[in-house]
């Protein structure tokens, strides 16, 4: 079993920044993929970013170029960091992790952290 735990939530304004964390624990050595998704109210759940443990980045399109995910393997930690925000950015973000693939779905996930942003 893997256990997730994120930090870093929290209200900014826009154009504002923010970095989430999350830290595995547990059979880490079965992670190979780790993730952020998000979900807004009256939005489908979306996956925002992926990236495997030898470093393959996967971005959302609409927020390429203002966020940034990175991993530390060695603290079992992947980091969304989140620069520009707009509006549309507020959601509850999910840290997610994945023996193989993270797509509609993980298999391990976080509990969720509240990003809102001001206008």
């Known amino acids: 079993q893997v256990q997730l735990v994120e930090s870093g939530g929290g209200l900014v304004q826009a154009g504002g920044s923010l970095r989430l964390s999350c830290t595995a624990s547990?059979?880490?050595?079965?992670?190979?993929?780790m993730g952020w998704f998000r979900q807004a109210p009256g939005k489908q759940r979306e996956l925002v970013a992926t990236?495997?443990?030898?470093?393959?980045?996967g971005v959302m399109n609409s927020v390429q170029g203002r966020f940034t995910i990175s991993r530390d393997n060695a603290k079992n930690t992947v980091y969304l960091q989140m620069n520009s925000l707009k509006p549309e950015d507020a959601a509850v973000y999910y840290c997610?992790?994945?023996?193989?693939?993270?797509?509609?779905?993980?298999?391990?996930w976080g509990q969720g952290t509240q990003v809102t942003v001001s206008s």
């Open positions: 547990g059979r880490v050595r079965d992670i190979d993929v």
């Open positions: 990236i495997t443990r030898a470093g393959i980045v």
């Open positions: 997610a992790a994945d023996p193989s693939l993270i797509a509609r779905t993980a298999l391990y």
